[in-house]
Structures are given as C-alpha cells and as structure tokens.
C-alpha cells in the first residue's frame, strides 16, 4: 500500500533551521508531484511548497527566500529544507504525493514542527 513517513519535525528556535523528509513506498515516485502542507491549529490546511514530477517548484509567498523543497528519485524521498524559522511556521507538517491525471492523491501522517524560544 502507499505510504509517505515524515520525519526530522521538532522544537527550534525562532531564526533556526530544520530539514523534514518524506520518505515514499507504493508509488511510482518520478510520476508524483510531491508537495509540503502545513495546518495550524484554527487554520485551514495550506500548501507551502511543491515540485513536479519534472522538478519544477512552487513555493507559498510566506516561505520564499527561506524553504526550499527538493526531491531525490534514488531514494524516493521528498524534502524541505527550512531556514530562517519565524514562530509563524508553526504547524504539523504533511507531505503529499499527487498524480491528478489519474486522481490519486495521497497524504502522510503528519510531523509537528514548532518554533518557540
């Protein structure tokens, strides 16, 4: 069955750094776009960054210049690197794996990352 495990969620402090992963299985990974989503409690679910299969990126206006997300085929695995943490980016963060042209779309379990001195 498809599976997408995050991990490398944590406490930091405001100005530090984090690098999450999403490890996938079940999928064919190259033909996923894959993406990070982050919910806050009281908020909606929001994208915060995606990358095509084709490795074409997009990233929400409040993480540019800070996150950047990339993927290994290799391994199978999605990442976003975090820099420059605000206490803002607080949230559990869910990595997702879409293939609209046959609608398919998968989510993780979530990690929480929290920014607080």
């Known amino acids: 069955q498809v599976q997408l495990v995050e991990s490398g969620g944590g406490l930091v402090q405001p100005g530090g750094s984090l690098r999450l992963s999403c490890a996938a299985s079940?999928?064919?990974?190259?033909?996923?776009?894959m993406g990070w989503y982050r919910q806050a409690p009281g908020n909606q679910r929001e994208l915060v960054a995606a990358?095509?299969?084709?490795?074409?990126?997009n990233y929400a206006d409040s993480v540019k210049g800070r996150f950047t997300i990339s993927r290994d085929h290799a391994k199978n695995t999605l990442y976003l690197q975090m820099n420059y943490l605000k206490s803002e980016d607080t949230a559990v963060y869910y990595c997702?794996?879409?293939?609209?042209?046959?609608?398919?779309?998968?989510w993780g379990q979530g990690t929480q990352v929290t920014v607080s001195l």
């Open positions: 997702n794996a879409k293939r609209t042209r046959v609608a398919n779309n998968y």
């Open positions: 079940g999928i064919i990974f190259s033909l996923y776009t």
């Open positions: 990358v095509t299969s084709g490795g074409t990126t």
